[in-house]
């Protein structure tokens, strides 16, 4: 079974600077999917990077991107030039890519990030 | 695109009786729903699989006949909790999977914006 490891309960970051967020996963596939997902105060679940495990570059989405270390199983996301409206619980996912178009997603723990004005 | 919406957003209800939360995809059919769980500052824990046409798949520990699942049509999946008790009061969260060829998301999942349940 696979498992995701979000170590870090919180972490806090100034207003403009940059904040990265760890995530390590086990998997025994060679194929699979990650993402990260946010969860602001209203609790809407929101993509915000996804990255296909058979793709060497590492994903970038505007300020979001991701440090992916297949080899060592890592999946963190930075964050730059942080915004107070990026407060919120982030979540690192795991989708098999082999187990069917179904496949559930697995989460780690999650991470509330909280900016500093 | 590829649109799921839960209702209701809250809803209390009182010791013993039943609520019914419903997520319906709005512009693509919805072969699998997954219903999740989350408590304050905890992560989504998964509590069943429903698939269109046949029986949910529960996850170990979760009573299947208090959280009843039926997935009725490529459009619409509920989920009922019966005889609620306050230990039943949390957050309800349903989820698609998406397949190919919707979006900017492929491979991903779209959330339903969630359920707080208090039971009184």
């Known amino acids: 079974a696979q498992t995701v490891t979000q170590s870090q309960p919180e972490m806090s970051v100034q207003e403009a600077e940059t904040v990265t967020l760890s995530c390590t996963y086990d998997t025994s596939e060679s194929d699979y999917y990650l993402f990260w997902y946010k969860q602001p105060p209203s609790r809407q679940m929101i993509l915000v990077i996804r990255q296909e495990a058979y793709k060497q570059q590492n994903a970038t989405e505007n300020r979001f991107s991701v440090n992916f270390q297949k080899a060592a199983k890592s999946f963190s996301l930075k964050i730059s030039d942080s915004q107070l409206g990026d407060a919120a619980m982030y979540f690192c996912a795991y989708r098999s890519a082999t187990a069917g178009a179904n496949s559930k997603l697995t989460f780690g723990k999650g991470i509330t990030l909280s900016v500093r004005p | 695109g590829a649109v799921v919406s839960q209702h209701p957003s809250r809803v209390i209800c009182k010791s013993g009786t039943s609520v019914k939360i419903e997520c319906r995809s709005l512009d693509f059919q919805a072969t699998t729903m997954f219903w999740y769980r989350q408590f304050p500052k905890k992560s989504l824990m998964l509590m069943a699989t429903s698939n269109e046409g046949s029986k949910a798949t529960y996850e170990q520990g979760v009573e299947k006949d208090k959280f009843l699942i039926n997935h009725a049509s490529l459009t619409l999946s509920t989920l009922t909790v019966t005889s609620a008790h306050p230990e039943d009061s949390s957050f309800y969260i349903c989820?698609?999977?998406?397949?190919w060829g919707q979006g900017v998301a492929n491979y991903g999942y779209t959330f339903g914006s969630g359920t707080r349940l208090t039971v009184v």
């Open positions: 989820s698609a999977p998406l397949g």
